[in-house]
């Protein structure tokens, strides 16, 4: 089984910033890919950013040039550094990873962490 622990949000006044992280542990072969999703009360989940495992990076229009996605795949970790906040970036803050697991070598199985407030006040 695979698991992915958020930790870093929080309460923060518009414009200032948080770091998230998101860490898989359990038994697996690789992750492929990684991103963070929010979702706010009412709304569907949305994605924020996205990066693969050679590092390439893909982001929501709303938080380009705002927020950074990173990765260290010796520690299996994402992180997501949120600059310049809003308060409309008040949401849950969720962790996917496609990860390769050895009884599955061919298809990567998608998992989600239990998610982190990040609440932005005005």
């Known amino acids: 089984q695979v698991q992915l622990v958020e930790s870093g949000g929080g309460l923060v006044q518009a414009g200032g910033s948080l770091r998230l992280s998101c860490t898989a542990s359990?038994?697996?072969?690789?992750?492929?890919?990684m991103g963070w999703y929010h979702q706010a009360p009412g709304k569907q989940r949305e994605l924020v950013a996205t990066?693969?495992?050679?590092?390439?990076?893909n982001y929501a229009d709303s938080v380009k040039g705002r927020f950074t996605i990173s990765r260290d795949n010796a520690k299996n970790t994402v992180y997501l550094q949120m600059h310049s906040l809003k308060p409309q970036d008040t949401a849950v803050y969720s962790c996917?990873?496609?990860?390769?697991?050895?009884?599955?070598?061919?298809?990567?199985?998608?998992?989600w962490g239990q998610g982190t407030q990040v609440t932005v006040s005005s």
């Open positions: 996917n990873a496609q990860v390769i697991t050895y009884d599955r070598p061919y298809t990567p199985v998608e998992y």
């Open positions: 990066i693969a495992s050679g590092g390439t990076t």
């Open positions: 359990g038994m697996f072969s690789r992750i492929t890919a």
